[in-house]
């Protein structure tokens, strides 16, 4: 198994260029995140969905969006980049609910895309 | 607004001595903290995990200790050695109408010199 996996795994883009990010899981994952990481910020959830067909927004949503058409693929899209979306995005899935999960269900992540927009 | 006080964001140790990652919270909503760890050009990965029910779990070098009270759990990693240098993050994960949110801590980066 694959795991999560993430393309492309390095992109720069100029400032207003659009780009979509995609992630891909086998673990037949019901959940999935989309991260950023920051220097001395941690990881912050941009969206994230519980089931095919579905999208939320997390903590940091905004020049994002995402969507998920497939339970194993979840897009993140920025459609007018800007220096303030540099970055290291990670995709992450999990599986179990959580009242069933008997806390055994982890996140499970991608190995990032880092983004420049210059 | 951050909800889970992670420190040191970094820490040298010497190979065979005791690393000491330390975490705070707020949020009594919070039931289960795992700890993760990422290499450089990786993923975090799940390294070890706690309830609150709990108060110390240990996973070969790696013991978690868990204060309820005082709303603190840290992480030690016994004999340490140079391949156990990454990025350590605790998180903080509480049920959110029926899925995990988990809130990060900012990273520990962690060097282990021979």
């Known amino acids: 198994n694959a795991g999560v996996t993430q393309t492309p795994k390095f992109r720069v883009l100029k400032t207003g260029q659009s780009m979509t990010l995609l992630c891909a899981q086998d673990?037949?994952?019901?959940?999935m995140y989309w991260y950023r990481q920051d220097p001395g910020m941690g990881l912050r959830l941009i969206h994230y969905?519980?089931?095919?067909?579905?999208?939320a927004k997390g903590e940091v949503p905004d020049g994002y969006n995402v969507s998920r058409l497939k339970k194993q693929n979840f897009l993140l899209g920025l459609e007018s980049a800007a220096p303030s979306q540099t970055s290291v995005y990670f995709c992450?899935?999990?599986?179990?609910?959580?009242?069933?999960?008997?806390?055994?269900?982890?996140?499970?992540f991608g190995n990032g895309t880092r983004l420049t927009v210059t | 607004q951050q909800q889970v006080k992670q420190s040191p964001q970094s820490l040298i140790v010497q190979k065979g001595g005791i690393s000491i990652i330390n975490c705070a919270y707020e949020?009594?909503?919070?039931?289960?903290f795992p700890w993760y760890q990422q290499f450089p050009g990786k993923g975090p990965a799940l390294l070890i995990a706690?309830?609150?029910?709990?108060s110390e779990k240990k996973e070969g070098r790696f013991t978690i200790s868990f204060n309820k009270s005082a709303k603190q759990f840290s992480l030690h990693i016994m004999d340490s050695q140079p391949g156990d240098s990454a990025t350590y993050f605790c998180?903080?994960?509480?049920?959110?109408?029926?899925?995990?949110?988990?809130?990060f801590g900012i990273g520990t980066k962690l060097q282990v010199i021979p």
């Open positions: 998180a903080a994960i509480a049920n959110s109408g029926g899925y995990q949110k988990v809130t």
């Open positions: 673990m037949n994952h019901e959940y």
């Open positions: 949020n009594t909503a919070f039931d289960y």
């Open positions: 706690i309830r609150p029910d709990v």
């Open positions: 969905s519980v089931g095919e067909g579905t999208t």
């Open positions: 992450a899935s999990s599986g179990q609910h959580w009242y069933q999960s008997s806390y055994n269900s982890p996140l499970h």
